[in-house]
């Protein structure tokens, strides 16, 4: 799929989840049925504790997870964004 649309996930469970489940929400598949894992693009502990130790600091990471472009930013929510690829 190549779009421009894109997920917004709000402070509601832990970063990784949260991006899990808005790729998930993407794909109109439950979480488990993704054929990507998380850990396959990324270190989901490491991410977490950067995310955690990074607090409101607006601290960006940007990574390609399951064919989209995934943005996280340490906002002190840590907000979450999953877009289509272009």
Not at 26 to 48: Q, S
Not at 49 to 70: C, H, K, M, Q, S
Request: hydrophobic share 40%; aromatic share 4%; charged share 25%.
């Amino acid at each position: 799929m190549v779009g421009r649309g894109s997920n917004e996930v709000g402070a509601d469970g832990d970063v990784t989840t949260r991006i899990v489940t808005a790729v998930a929400e993407r794909e109109g598949v439950e979480p488990t049925a993704l054929d990507t894992r998380l850990y396959e693009a990324i270190d989901p502990d490491a991410l977490t504790r950067l995310i955690e130790n990074a607090p409101e600091t607006g601290l960006t990471v940007g990574f390609d997870y399951a064919g989209y472009r995934v943005t996280v930013v340490a906002d002190g929510t840590a907000h979450v964004e999953v877009a289509e690829k272009l």
